[in-house]
């Protein structure tokens, strides 16, 4: 009785004394640890996050140790962003020609450095990547190719959850990227533990996944079936982000959550600048912001540019992990530019034009002098050896 009396008293204070934590009890503590590391930088200001860092920039393909935010700064992104599409037809790089076998490379590299790796995942077309052809962005059978797709007809979501006739082939995706992701291992042989962002940006309806291309329970379904999958395949080591692009109020941002079980960060992607953008960027954050803390999750800009001045400000007025900038693309006229003798100015007039959205050398210089802007170093020793 006394016994049983100790016990209750112990797990009622443990309950009252627990910390956040990761949404997965079966999580790695590698995991943990990187759900609190989370947590506590979150409490110190913004990291910058960018896609491909590490992979390629506006003039070079695959260099280890090259980095486009190194050169303009002088120190790595505290987040490199990797791109899954394309894996699951089982190809050796990506829907952006970036090889899995030096994702790996850098994932690992990266790892070791104490940064952190977030992944993002432009997965085919269930009903049309079938058809001949490389998927490139935007073309049929891509992540874009929505043209043929209602959600009461022809609706790809459906066709892969339990019951639907493309679903023994989505197993198979989600096996080949399970199998990948597996080989993401330190040099202790352990899982390295990283942030997952499947189907992004679901208020949007420029996805097979997006509004109005299923239901919302629908992509509810195909969240909850990822993750279990994922985490039955072994793959403990996964933080899951949920992510909507812009919206206007919670109710919509919450439309397809999946549930508290499933989700360690609430994100948005957001892209524009100007007033307009500013007010309601700055509003979404805000019950974004409070969703998240509520719930202790940890809160992100999964996705977003320019970096504009009045955004960094936004930002600073919230609790936000990190921000994320899309990756420079390599310039397709690159052979041709090479050749002329103000090729760096022509690169920035190509970034300034074309590549508005993606941060030039002043912003990024204005982000990296402002303090509550993380880089690498800054990270490196935070709370990488604690015990969770
Ligand atoms: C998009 C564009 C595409 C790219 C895709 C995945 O936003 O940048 O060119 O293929 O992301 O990285």
């Known amino acids: 009785m006394k016994q049983t009396f100790i016990l209750t008293c112990l797990l009622f204070v443990s309950v009252c004394i627990s910390k956040a934590q990761t949404a997965n009890p079966q999580a790695t503590p590698e995991a943990r640890q990187l759900f609190s590391r989370l947590m506590d930088l979150q409490k110190k ?16 393909w695959y260099q280890p140790g090259r980095s486009d935010t190194k050169d303009a700064v002088g120190d790595y992104p505290a987040i490199a962003g990797f791109e899954m599409g394309e894996i699951e037809r089982k190809g050796e790089r990506n829907l952006d020609s970036v090889s899995f076998k030096q994702m790996t490379e850098q994932v690992k590299w990266f790892h070791k450095q104490n940064g952190i790796i977030t992944v993002s995942w432009h997965v085919t077309n269930p009903i049309t990547s079938q058809y001949p052809g490389k998927k490139e962005p935007n073309g049929a059978g891509s992540a874009w190719d929505v043209k043929t797709i209602s959600a009461d007809s022809l609706n790809a979501v459906k066709s892969i959850l339990p019951g639907g006739k493309n679903h023994d082939e989505f197993d198979q995706w989600l096996t080949t990227l399970a199998n990948y992701f597996k080989t993401w291992k330190d040099d202790n042989g352990k899982l390295i533990p990283f942030i997952f962002r499947p189907f992004h940006e679901h208020s949007g309806r420029f996805f097979w996944w997006g509004d109005t291309r299923c239901t919302d329970e629908e992509y509810a379904e195909l969240w909850r079936y990822t993750v279990n999958f994922l985490r039955e395949k072994g793959l403990n080591n996964i933080l899951f982000a949920y992510n909507t692009d812009k919206v206007n109020s919670l109710e919509q941002y919450l439309r397809g959550y999946p549930g508290d079980e499933y989700v360690d960060l609430i994100t948005i992607d957001w892209y524009g600048s100007g007033q307009e953008f500013n007010e309601a960027v700055d509003k979404a954050l805000n019950f974004t912001g409070e969703y998240a803390k509520e719930k202790q999750k940890i809160h992100a800009l999964s996705e977003c540019g320019p970096i504009s001045s009045d955004l960094l400000q936004i930002i600073k007025k919230h609790d936000i992990s990190f921000l994320l900038t899309w990756r420079n693309r390599p310039l397709n006229n690159l052979a041709e530019l090479e050749k002329l003798p103000d090729f ?45």
């Open 344 to 388: 760096n100015e022509k690169v920035e007039q190509i970034i300034t034009e074309k590549y508005s959205y993606l941060p030039n050398k002043a912003t990024m210089q204005e982000m990296f002098n402002d303090k509550h802007y993380l880089f690498l170093k800054n990270i490196q020793e935070i709370n990488t050896n604690k015990k969770y």
């Open 45 to 60: 200001g913004t990291m910058y996050g960018h896609q491909d860092d590490l992979m390629c920039g506006f003039t070079w």
